[in-house]
């Protein structure tokens, strides 16, 4: 686990899925929906995220979205 993990990761069942790695170490993991017209990633984190690292998660799903040939929602990222 990363550092700044604190803790066993929230619903952690939701690992075994897709996971969130920082600098290859685990943070958190995702799932996702998909609808005829949109996709959500709902996202799970047990370490904060720097802009930078926020940054990054944002652009991995843009491309997520893109792969699927959807609208991408994400849920569970802070802001700050």
Same mark, same amino acid.
């Given at each position: 686990?990363?550092?700044?993990?604190? /803790?066993?990761? $929230? /619903? =952690?069942?939701?690992?075994?899925?897709?996971?969130?790695? %920082?600098?290859?170490?685990?943070?958190? /993991?995702?799932?996702?929906?998909?609808? $005829?017209?949109?996709?959500? &990633? +709902?996202?799970? %984190? +047990?370490? $904060?995220? +720097?802009?930078? !690292?926020?940054?990054?998660?944002?652009?991995?799903?843009? =491309?997520? /979205?893109?792969?699927?040939? %959807?609208?991408? %929602?994400?849920?569970? &990222? $802070?802001? !700050?």
């Amino acid at each position: 686990m990363h550092p700044r993990v604190a /803790g066993p990761l $929230p /619903g =952690s069942n939701i690992l075994f899925a897709h996971l969130v790695t %920082l600098d290859g170490q685990l943070v958190g /993991g995702w799932k996702r929906r998909i609808g $005829p017209k949109k996709a959500t &990633v +709902s996202v799970q %984190l +047990s370490a $904060p995220l +720097s802009a930078p !690292e926020r940054k990054a998660l944002a652009q991995a799903a843009k =491309s997520y /979205g893109a792969f699927l040939g %959807l609208p991408l %929602l994400v849920h569970g &990222v $802070p802001s !700050e």
